[in-house]
């Protein structure tokens, strides 16, 4: 089967750093995405990674590790505003079809 | 400005009852997505489109037909052999290419009555 593991809930406060990782099991392998989406929301995205390395996009970076099927989002200077779901995203078949992680629910707090 | 459009917002089915969402876009991307999200989920692909009038299944088709006779339009129909269709569906969009980011639409809550 083909599988992605996030954890489901991250609490930081303000300023701080916050790494969410995400682990996969797939078929194929093209590359990671990761989105954001706010209650209720539209998922808007975020980043990136088909090469191993890190991947920075102001104050978010992701981190791709091909030969570990690991990735990581990791988000700098945290802001109420980042308060959200993050889901780890693989395009394993060609066609850009992505396969979503059940997402990580990040709650900022003062 | 470019974007993705999804309506109804809120949309209330029947039992037995098919419903369709609409989806357009306005961005020229060639390829078109329908997921579904259950709460406290991750997306499911229901299907995609990645040229007019030539769509293939996802994960969880069964229940659902979409058509893309236009570049800017992929409907989505939820027919009345879907028994649990309440959930949130999400459009997008995308140019196709493995490493271009896919473009959502604000989404339709569908409840049944």
């Known amino acids: 089967g083909q599988s992605l593991e996030q954890p489901s809930e991250v609490t930081a406060v303000e300023g701080a750093i916050v790494q969410i990782n995400c682990t996969y099991q797939?078929?194929?392998?093209?590359?990671l995405s990761w989105y954001q989406q706010h209650d209720g929301g539209a998922p808007t995205f975020l980043s990136y990674?088909?090469?191993?390395g890190l991947e920075e996009t102001g104050r978010f970076s992701s981190f791709l590790s091909r030969s570990d099927s690991y990735g990581y989002l990791l988000l700098q200077e945290l802001q109420m505003k980042d308060s959200a779901s993050y889901f780890c995203?693989?395009?394993?078949?060609?066609?850009?079809?992505?396969?979503f992680g059940a997402g990580t629910r990040l709650a900022v707090h003062p | 400005d470019g974007g993705i459009t999804q309506s109804p917002k809120y949309l209330f089915r029947k039992e037995g009852q098919n419903v369709t969402l609409s989806c357009e876009q306005n961005?020229?991307?060639?390829?078109m997505y329908w997921y579904r999200q259950d709460p406290g989920q991750g997306l499911r692909l229901i299907y995609y489109?990645?040229?007019?009038?030539?769509?293939q299944k996802g994960d969880i088709a069964e229940g659902y037909s979409v058509s893309r006779e236009k570049k800017e339009s992929f409907p989505l129909t939820v027919t009345s052999a879907q028994k649990n269709p309440t959930a949130f569906y999400l459009c997008?969009?995308?140019?196709?290419?493995?490493?271009?980011?896919?473009?959502f639409g604000d989404g339709t809550r569908l409840s049944i009555l």
């Open positions: 961005l020229n991307h060639d390829a």
């Open positions: 797939t078929s194929g392998f093209y590359g």
């Open positions: 995203a693989v395009i394993s078949g060609g066609y850009n079809k992505l396969i």
């Open positions: 489109s990645q040229i007019v009038n030539d769509f």
């Open positions: 997008a969009s995308s140019l196709g290419q493995d490493n271009q980011p896919q473009h």
């Open positions: 990674n088909a090469l191993d």
